[in-house]
């Protein structure tokens, strides 16, 4: 059994048990997220249910694992014979959550 979900507006294929990644969701580690309006496809052992957008009735239960932040990227910009030069680092803000259930309902 999975399911593709939509959350923080990017697309995961999720199977119970599995971790990922995501940009940085509101909760503290140890919560538990449902999310009921974002299934966009379910596959069980009866075959497979696409969304218009999503399925009806499908639930995701999510657990917040911790929060974190992604590598260092470094932004540089420079126009030639112009002695502009601008350097500056990112790092996002992500969130690992575990995948606790999938169900239907």
């Known amino acids: 059994?999975?399911?593709i979900i939509k959350a923080s507006g990017k697309q995961y294929r999720v199977e119970p048990g599995t971790e990922f990644e995501t940009d940085?969701?509101?909760?503290?580690?140890?919560q538990s997220l449902n999310l009921d309006n974002s299934v966009l496809l379910l596959r069980t052992d009866d075959g497979?249910?696409?969304g218009t957008?999503?399925?009806p009735g499908a639930k995701?239960?999510?657990?917040?694992?911790?929060?974190?932040?992604?590598d260092k990227i470094v932004v540089f910009k420079m126009k030639r014979r112009k002695r502009y030069r601008r350097t500056q680092g990112h790092r996002q803000e992500?969130?690992?959550v575990l995948v606790k259930d999938i169900?239907?309902?």
Do not use: D, N, S
């Open 53 to 55: 957008p999503v399925v």
């Open 24 to 30: 940085r969701l509101q909760g503290e580690p140890g």
């Open 60 to 70: 995701v239960e999510l657990q917040i694992v911790e929060h974190l932040r992604g």
């Open 103 to 105: 169900r239907e309902e």
């Open 48 to 50: 497979v249910k696409i």
């Open 94 to 96: 992500l969130t690992k």
């Open 1 to 3: 059994m999975y399911a």
